[in-house]
């Protein structure tokens, strides 16, 4: 589960104040995947962000209860001078995995080659992102948060197989996704809200939420 509770958070843009969340509360049930629909330029990465741990509230407090996996896309858990073997197997013993399974799992899915054996810091953009990709799916969590403002890959053959292992992982587990488009959200959820004014709307059908959402982007 992960809870919040009051929750408000903004920030100083140098000439004036964002406000992301005021004084929002809701709840993620496991079992219930929850789609939130925001414009771009509200802080949709923010939330997802702040689900993760990865950045706190100004006020309100959060509670998780579940394992919750980083955002997809994110890359601060790695480090950029060493190989992705390294830090495969340094993020596996952090969760009390088996590092040889991890390994070779991300080693499979990212099909880099001899670049698995080099340091991140020399990667591309889209392959530091397959790789980010492949340790998220290759750990065990209640809760998966993808933001698609987080870089994706443009590899064919590797989205197939990570579509592809993802779709069957949210089966039997529970996202939180975050997007601008109405159309992302309906390949994974039924339960939705929009992130509009600091506020978050819930809504019982993504139907529902798409409603407001049209009309106040429309309006």
Same mark, same amino acid.
């Given at each position: 589960?992960?809870?919040?509770?009051?929750?408000?958070?903004?920030?100083?843009?140098?000439?004036? $104040? !964002? *406000?992301?969340?005021?004084? &929002?509360?809701?709840? &993620?049930?496991?079992? $219930?995947?929850?789609?939130?629909?925001?414009?771009?330029?509200?802080?949709?990465?923010?939330? %997802?962000?702040?689900?993760? #741990?990865?950045? !706190?509230?100004?006020?309100? +407090? %959060? $509670?998780? +209860?579940?394992? %919750?996996?980083?955002?997809?896309?994110?890359?601060? #858990? &790695?480090?950029?001078?060493?190989?992705?073997?390294?830090?495969? $197997?340094?993020?596996?013993?952090?969760?009390?995995?088996?590092?040889?399974? *991890?390994? =070779?799992?991300?080693?499979?899915?990212? @099909?880099?080659?001899?670049?698995?054996?080099?340091?991140?810091?020399?990667?591309?953009?889209?392959?530091?992102?397959?790789?980010?990709?492949? /340790?998220?799916?290759?750990?065990?969590?209640?809760?998966? /948060? %993808?933001?698609?403002?987080?870089?994706?890959?443009?590899?064919?053959?590797?989205?197939?197989? =990570?579509?592809?292992?993802?779709?069957?992982?949210?089966?039997?587990?529970?996202? *939180?996704?975050?997007?601008?488009?109405?159309?992302? /959200?309906?390949?994974?959820?039924? @339960?939705?809200? &929009?992130?509009? @004014?600091?506020?978050?709307?819930?809504?019982?059908?993504?139907?529902?939420? !798409?409603?407001?959402?049209?009309?106040?982007?429309?309006?």
């Amino acid at each position: 589960m992960i809870e919040f509770e009051n929750v408000s958070k903004s920030f100083w843009t140098g000439s004036q $104040r !964002k *406000v992301i969340l005021h004084q &929002v509360s809701f709840r &993620v049930e496991l079992g $219930r995947s929850l789609g939130i629909l925001a414009p771009n330029g509200t802080g949709k990465t923010t939330l %997802i962000n702040m689900m993760a #741990g990865l950045e !706190k509230p100004d006020e309100g +407090t %959060i $509670r998780r +209860t579940s394992r %919750i996996s980083f955002p997809l896309g994110f890359m601060g #858990g &790695v480090v950029s001078k060493v190989s992705a073997v390294e830090n495969s $197997r340094y993020i596996a013993r952090l969760y009390g995995l088996d590092p040889d399974y *991890v390994e =070779a799992f991300c080693r499979w899915l990212c @099909n880099l080659g001899e670049y698995f054996d080099q340091p991140l810091g020399t990667y591309s953009s889209g392959m530091r992102a397959r790789f980010s990709f492949a /340790l998220m799916l290759a750990l065990d969590f209640d809760i998966y /948060l %993808i933001d698609e403002g987080m870089p994706g890959s443009t590899d064919v053959e590797f989205n197939k197989k =990570a579509g592809d292992i993802l779709r069957e992982r949210l089966q039997n587990t529970t996202t *939180v996704i975050v997007s601008h488009q109405p159309e992302t /959200l309906e390949k994974f959820v039924r @339960n939705a809200a &929009v992130l509009m @004014n600091g506020k978050l709307h819930m809504f019982d059908t993504l139907e529902e939420a !798409k409603q407001l959402y049209d009309y106040e982007t429309q309006s």
